[in-house]
């Protein structure tokens, strides 16, 4: 590890000029004690490291000087695929890894398309988790994750909703969704089919085993594919029912926010707005209890006009809030 961190300190001050201990110490995740040690290595080792001292100094290699100890491991090279997401890659225990390969590309590149990357990566950022909301504790997810790399059979104890069951699983891949991680997974055994595949979300494994024996991938198995189609499946199995709805201006602003994709297919074919800007149109809706909960988030944005149980079971909802907030004096 200690080879690795000083490639990566030499790769910083190669790139990016002088720096101070406390700046490598940040970028390295080391303490500052730590990395006098390393800049003293390098000095012993022959690199021409010069500290300048002042308010504005730090340290930085003589000028001219460039390593071509730019070649990246396979962990390195595996992990940029993951270069514009470091939070998920912390998750997975990539996060050094990344870091390290980042540095080698850029030092391999010429200066100009060097500070084309500095420049793309200082403008764009994706930050994956949804607003307001914690991400799940995910402890297990970078030995879910060795396992997939290396196709190692997982013993689990997962939680479903009904309660906790235990599998054997032979993982194919990870997925995050939404600031979600999910695993896909076969699940194994005599009374399972061996070609069924399905997916679990991380946060909900209570404990993990990992086995030293090996499985074999389903021959042409397509994680992107699988994904996509699983996705659709769920949305149409939830969002079985149709409800028909007035809708305000705003209120058709609000929908694509609370529905997504179902709100904008709903949006498509709403009828014409009348004198008031209210507009009618049907929308997917999921079981009785969840579109309540869903369309009263609309607030008096909107007004449910079937199916009849729908509407009902929305005026009861209000009438028993109303009950629970009765006018003051």
Excluded: C, N
């Excluded at 003293?40 to 001292?53: F, K, T």
């Excluded at 609000?254 to 179902?262: D, P, Q, R, W």
Aim: glycine residues 10%; proline residues 6%.
């Amino acid at each position: 590890m200690r080879a690795d961190r000083l490639l990566s300190l030499l790769l910083l001050l190669q790139g990016r000029g002088r720096m101070t201990a406390p700046e490598l110490a940040a970028d390295l995740g080391v303490s500052v004690r730590t990395v006098y040690r390393d800049i003293e290595a390098l000095s012993s080792s022959g690199v021409p490291v010069y500290a300048d001292r002042g308010p504005a100094g730090g340290y930085r290699l003589m000028d001219g000087y460039r390593t071509r100890l730019t070649g990246l491991t396979d962990h390195e090279a595996g992990s940029l695929f993951l270069s514009g997401l470091p939070g998920p890659a912390q998750e997975l225990g990539l996060g050094a890894v990344l870091t390290t390969a980042q540095l080698k590309v850029r030092a391999a590149l010429p200066d100009a398309l060097a500070e084309h990357s500095r420049r793309i990566q200082d403008r764009f950022h994706l930050d994956a988790p949804g607003w307001f909301r914690d991400a799940d504790p995910v402890p297990y997810l970078p030995q879910v994750a060795d396992a997939v790399w290396e196709q190692r059979v997982l013993h689990v104890r997962y939680q479903r909703w009904q309660g906790e069951v235990r599998r054997e699983l032979h993982p194919l891949g990870i997925v995050l969704k939404g600031g979600i991680w999910y695993a896909v997974a076969v699940a194994a055994g005599p009374d399972r089919h061996a070609d069924a595949v399905r997916t679990y979300r991380i946060s909900r494994l209570v404990e993990v085993g990992t086995a030293d024996e090996t499985f074999e991938r389903p021959a042409g198995f397509d994680l992107p594919g699988y994904w996509e189609a699983s996705t659709r499946r769920l949305e149409a199995r939830l969002r079985h029912d149709v409800a028909r709805i007035r809708l305000s201006p705003a209120g058709r602003r609000l929908l694509v926010a609370k529905f997504g994709t179902s709100g904008e297919r709903a949006l498509e074919g709403a009828g014409p707005s009348d004198e008031d800007g209210w507009a009618e149109l049907e929308l997917a809706v999921e079981s009785l209890p969840v579109a309540v909960s869903d369309l009263l988030s609309l607030g008096a944005e909107a007004e449910v006009l079937g199916p009849p149980a729908l509407r009902e079971a929305v005026i009861e909802t209000v009438r028993a809030l109303a009950a629970r907030y009765p006018p003051t004096a």
